[in-house]
Each structure stands twice: as structure tokens, then as C-alpha cells.
């Protein structure tokens, strides 16, 4: 079975900071990788996600996330946050090929500081 | 886009009691439903995965007879958390996909048994 491992639990930036958060998985196959984030209140929302190709996606709000297979991991960076990022993040995958559920990792709560 | 909803999105039973959580997709049809379980500060964790006509799978560790999913419709997935208990109080969330790759979440149900 598939596992999915976010390293920081609790993130507190200031505006402006650049933000990197990690996610690697454990999963042999061919995979999916996703990354959500919800913010105070709502339910999960996508930001971006990799199947194939390029293994650097781009996603709504500023986001992007970089597939490294060989380390197993995929992270999601932002070269300058705001305010409003502040929310919860959650890395998943699921294999690929298939319409399986997602595996989800912790999560990482985002705290900007204006 | 697609939408999902989710109702009710809070509700709270006395211990013993069964309680329906339903899931829509409003915009299209969903082949396949899954609904996940999160705890405070925790992740969202997969319970199990349903699809229209046919009996749901459930994860590991999942009671199958406390958590009865009925995928009755294309559009419609239902979850009843029969004989409720403290411990199950929990968020509950239900997610739909209709193609292999796009899943869109519901707003969840916060379930508090009392």
C-alpha cells in the first residue's frame, strides 16, 4: 500500500517569503500525485496535479509542485506568499492508471503573517 | 466545473442513533464515490470507495456494518453511521469522480455524537 509522508506539520512565514513544503511517497508503481489545500471553514480544493509529462506542474494561485521520481517526492513551492494562503495542505496520491481513492498525507498548516 | 455537495454539513445524535450523510454530484455523473473520515488535525483517511449499482469496497480496519454506503444513482451516494457511538464523531468527507483522474470533494459533514 501506498504512503504519503509531509514533513512539516506546522509552517509560519511572513509575506512575501518564499514557501517550499515537503511530500514523498512511498509507492513502487506508476502514480498520481495531487496536492489540495483547505482553507478555514471549506472543503478541499485542488491546486495542481501530476500524471505524466513534465514533471513540473503548474497550478491555480501561484503554485507549483516538481515530480522527482527518483527521490520519490513532490513539492510544492511558491516563490512569494500572501495572507490569503493561509490554510492547510494536504499532499495525495493514488496509482496510476487507475480511479482509485487517495492517499493523503498529514497535512502542513500554512500560517502567513502579514 | 464540477460540484459536489455534501449534506447535512453538521449534525449532532445521541449515542445509538443512525445518522445519513448523503453525497451529490450536481453537475455530472459520478461512476465512482469514496468517502473519507478526517479526526481533528489529522488527514483524511480513505473508508471506502462506491460505485453506481454495485456493492461498496471498504478499506482495511473499516466496519462494513457500522458504515453502510448505498451508491444508488449516478449522482447520489449515501453513508449511514448506524448505532453511533462518541468515537465515531468525527468529519466525514465524501469525494466523486467521473473520469480517472478528476476528483471533486464535498464540504464535508461534521458528525458529533453525544
Known amino acids: 500500500a501506498q504512503s504519503v509522508s509531509q514533513h512539516n506539520h506546522h509552517v509560519i512565514l511572513s509575506e512575501a517569503a518564499s514557501l517550499e513544503l515537503g511530500c514523498n511517497y512511498s509507492?513502487?508503481?506508476?502514480?498520481?500525485l495531487f496536492w489540495y489545500v483547505q482553507y478555514p471553514g471549506q472543503h478541499l480544493q485542488l491546486l495542481l496535479k501530476?500524471?505524466?509529462?513534465?514533471?513540473l506542474v503548474k497550478g491555480i494561485k501561484g503554485f507549483e509542485a516538481e515530480f522527482i521520481k527518483s527521490k520519490f517526492s513532490f513539492n510544492l513551492r511558491k516563490p512569494s506568499v500572501q495572507w490569503s494562503d493561509t490554510a492547510e495542505y494536504f499532499c495525495a496520491v493514488n496509482k496510476g492508471g487507475g480511479a482509485d481513492g487517495l492517499t493523503f498525507g498529514k497535512g502542513t498548516h500554512l500560517i502567513i503573517q502579514p | 466545473g464540477a460540484v459536489v455537495s455534501q449534506h447535512p454539513s453538521w449534525v449532532i445524535c445521541k449515542s445509538g442513533t443512525s445518522v445519513k450523510i448523503e453525497c451529490r454530484s450536481l453537475?455530472?455523473?459520478?461512476?465512482?464515490m469514496f468517502w473519507y473520515r478526517q479526526f481533528p488535525k489529522q488527514s483524511l483517511m480513505l473508508m471506502a470507495t462506491s460505485n453506481e449499482g454495485s456493492k461498496a469496497t471498504y478499506e482495511q480496519g473499516v466496519e462494513k456494518d457500522k458504515f453502510l454506503i448505498n451508491h444508488a444513482s449516478l449522482t447520489l451516494s449515501t453513508l449511514t453511521v448506524t448505532s453511533a457511538h462518541p468515537e465515531d464523531s468525527s468529519f466525514y468527507i465524501c469525494?466523486?469522480?467521473?473520469?480517472?483522474?478528476?476528483?471533486?470533494f464535498g464540504s464535508g459533514t461534521r458528525l458529533t455524537v453525544v
Open positions: 469525494s466523486a469522480t467521473a473520469q480517472v483522474r478528476g476528483y471533486t
Open positions: 509507492y513502487g508503481g506508476t502514480v498520481n
Open positions: 501530476y500524471f505524466s509529462g513534465d514533471p
Open positions: 453537475d455530472f455523473q459520478a461512476t465512482t
